[in-house]
T-cell receptor
Framework: EAQVTQNPRYLITVTGKKLTVTCSQNMNHEYMSWYRQDPGLGLRQIYYSMNVEVTDKGDVPEGYKVSRKEKRNFPLILESPSPNQTSLYFC?????????????FGSGTRLTVV | AQKVTQAQTEISVVEKEDVTLDCVYETRDTTYYLFWYKQPPSGELVFLIRRNSFDEQNEISGRYSWNFQKSTSSFNFTITASQVVDSAVYFCALSGLSNSGYALNFGKGTSLLVTP
């Protein structure tokens, strides 16, 4: 089944404790992206990657890191999480050939930082 | 700047009623794509449809239909004979060539509640 897999689905952590949210897709998509969803603010892009070893900042990159060492994986790293990073996070992927394709989203990771 | 407005924050209907979710967008791009996504209570984002700026044909998929009108910058979504399973938050999104990284600009969403 074609899908984007995120783990974990739920995570509660403490301020300052480094964490990684994994994301993997099995569709051979070049483009991958991370979004966060917050009440009243909607969905906002954090980082994106056009292909292996190519990453760039989205609208709200502060406090996050990403890497794209393999085409299928695009982990989101929070080096020192803070409570304002409590949010619902989505990974997404799509073919990068123009904008002809809908984005496939993962199931989401609900992160709480206390 | 790009903007997507979903003026209806919440809609409540009784099962079998038809319901239309409004989406109005702003963009300076001449080439752009519009999307609708569904977010059920379980939280995932489900892709429903994409439409490019050069294709103004309306589309119907089962009980779902979409009306794209460039003249009014609108991309409205209609559910015919709504069902309880349609209860969800629906997002309209826009992506233009000027978007860095093909980013999607989402509206704030419309929460639809369908009651039996």
């Amino acid at each position: 089944e074609a899908q984007v897999t995120q783990n974990p689905r739920y995570l509660i952590t403490v301020t300052g404790k480094k964490l990684t949210v994994t994301c993997s897709q099995n569709m051979n998509h070049e483009y991958m992206s991370w979004y966060r969803q917050d009440p009243g603010l909607g969905l906002r892009q954090i980082y994106y990657s056009m292909n292996v070893e190519v990453t760039d900042k989205g609208d709200v990159p502060e406090g996050y890191k990403v890497s794209r060492k393999e085409k299928r994986n695009f982990p989101l790293i929070l080096e020192s999480p803070s409570p304002n990073q409590t949010s619902l996070y989505f990974c997404a992927s799509t073919l990068a050939q123009g904008l002809n394709y809908g984005y496939t989203f993962g199931s989401g990771t609900r992160l709480t930082v206390v | 700047a790009q903007k997507v407005t979903q003026a209806q924050t919440e809609i409540s209907v009784v099962e079998k009623e038809d319901v239309t979710l409004d989406c109005v967008y702003e963009t300076r791009d001449t080439t752009y794509y519009l999307f609708w996504y569904k977010q059920p209570p379980s939280g995932e984002l489900v892709f429903l449809i994409r439409r490019n700026s050069f294709d103004e044909q309306n589309e119907i998929s089962g009980r779902y239909s979409w009306n794209f009108q460039k003249s009014t910058s609108s991309f409205n979504f209609t559910i015919t004979a709504s069902q309880v399973v349609d209860s969800a938050v629906y997002f309209c999104a826009l992506s233009g060539l000027s978007n860095s990284g093909y980013a999607l600009n989402f509206g704030k969403g419309t929460s639809l509640l369908v009651t039996p």
